[in-house]
């Protein structure tokens, strides 16, 4: 008995520690939120407390996976992406593996996307397009390009994190041979490409639904939203969408219904996906002209920035604007965990604790990054989205990974 006890205790505290990770973009399933629990609600002056920085990561905008305290990033370092893996930690460096040769870009050099952890594969793709798969201790199993599979580069380079469903490792080349392909995840043998769909690719990430009885594959690209059938890539359903310059924001599924968005003056709407794949735009409007920092929907509002706007709360049913805020922080991306938004401004690399809450903006504190980049391009700005994973909080300016510790316990 005592044993069985043992055990039971032991699963769910691997169950809980495990629920803490965030093995790839937007956390576990995507939404941009953290199931964390027990942290600061409110920080002190100048900030929590910084646990460790590690400034040698080199260019880029990669984000984080932190899975079994490992931290995996990429960056270019001398001319070469790469995969980079750190103690989460401490920030010790562990491994580094060449994912290809360096994206060079006016608004700033290197990878844009996120790995993404996987039981014992690390997937990541460089924004040339090379995609590679490495074990734990970064040996290379395969590795693919998307120019092979008929893909072209898109203007800022590829930044879409791959998506791990099932056996498919998923991305998004784009073009005349498919727009999206799978992968068997453990060979990187294609098992399908969107022959149906054959969009260029832009700058979002796909997400994975259950929806009218069948697993489908979602993404945006500059002229569509669609739903593809996950066991053929096949078109199940499309939306128009004007995306004008870049299409960047990951959409958001929620009972049938998705919510994109778009900067450049474009805007946002909600699709209804019906009975038999039938879709419809619910509304239509320019509350949210998302960028690039992401949009959340935490209980029934959504919450980002606006450009013109500010940080929005908007209803996400109506699309009605809740409220607004752009003089307590400046333009930028978020995450949200324990009801709390964690949001960067790109321009001064000021770091906000605010309660996401449809009865304003409330801030429970705020500190700005330091040291911060020296090799920035002189047009990029701070737009790594924040990740937090285990009590702690990691931010990054190009070379410099930080971990602030926000643990309350």
């Known amino acids: 008995m005592r044993i069985t006890l043992t055990l039971v205790i032991l699963a ?9 990770d965030w093995p790839q973009w937007r956390g576990p399933d995507r939404t941009g939120i953290s199931a964390e629990k027990q942290l600061l609600k409110n920080w002190p002056e100048g900030g929590p407390t910084r646990i460790w920085i ?10 984080f996976a932190v899975v079994k305290g490992k931290l995996y990033t990429m960056g270019s ?19 580094a593996t060449k994912i290809g040769s360096e994206l060079k870009n006016g608004w700033g050099g290197g990878p844009r996307g996120t ?13 040339q397009g090379n995609l590679i798969c490495t074990d734990l201790n970064g040996k290379t199993k395969w590795q693919a390009s998307m120019s092979e599979l008929g893909g072209k580069k898109p203007y800022w380079g590829y930044s879409e994190s791959v998506l791990i469903d099932g056996d498919f490792a998923l991305c998004t080349p784009g073009g005349s041979q498919g727009a999206v392909v799978a992968f068997n995840k453990k060979t990187g043998k294609v098992i399908w490409q969107s022959k149906q769909f054959t969009d260029g690719a832009q700058y979002s990430s796909i997400i994975p639904i259950d929806h009218n009885g069948a697993h489908q594959y979602i993404q945006l690209t500059m002229k569509s939203l669609v739903g ?7 078109t199940l359903w499309k939306s128009s969408w004007p995306g004008s310059t870049a299409v960047v924001p990951t959409p958001v599924f929620n009972e049938g219904k998705v919510y994109i968005a778009s900067g450049y003056s474009v805007g946002c709407k909600l699709v209804n996906v019906g009975p ?3 879709v419809s735009d619910l509304w239509v409007n320019k509350v949210m002209k998302n960028h690039h920092g992401g949009v959340i929907l935490y209980g029934d509002h959504l919450y980002g920035y606006s450009d013109g706007n500010g940080w929005v709360c908007q209803e996400f049913k109506t699309g009605k604007e809740v409220w607004s805020e752009k003089r307590a922080l400046g333009k930028g991306c978020l995450t949200i965990a324990e009801g709390m938004m964690y949001c960067v401004d790109e321009g001064r690399g000021d770091v906000a604790l605010a309660a996401a809450s449809p009865d304003g903006w409330k801030q429970h504190g705020k500190f700005r990054l330091d040291p911060q980049s020296k090799i920035r391009s002189r047009r990029g700005k701070i737009w790594t989205h924040p990740v937090v994973a285990n009590g702690k909080l990691y931010l990054r300016d190009q070379e410099h990974v930080y971990c602030y510790n926000i643990s309350a316990k």
């Open 77 to 95: 370092r001398n001319g070469t992406e790469q995969l980079i893996c750190l103690d989460a930690n401490t920030g010790t460096e562990e491994w």
């Open 12 to 20: 769910s505290c691997l169950q809980s520690s495990l629920a803490l």
């Open 115 to 127: 790995p993404t952890a996987d039981g014992q594969n690390i997937y990541a793709m460089g924004g």
């Open 54 to 63: 590690n400034s040698k990561m080199g260019l880029g905008y990669s984000s």
């Open 228 to 234: 593809l059938d996950s066991k053929t890539g096949n």
């Open 276 to 278: 038999s794949n039938q």
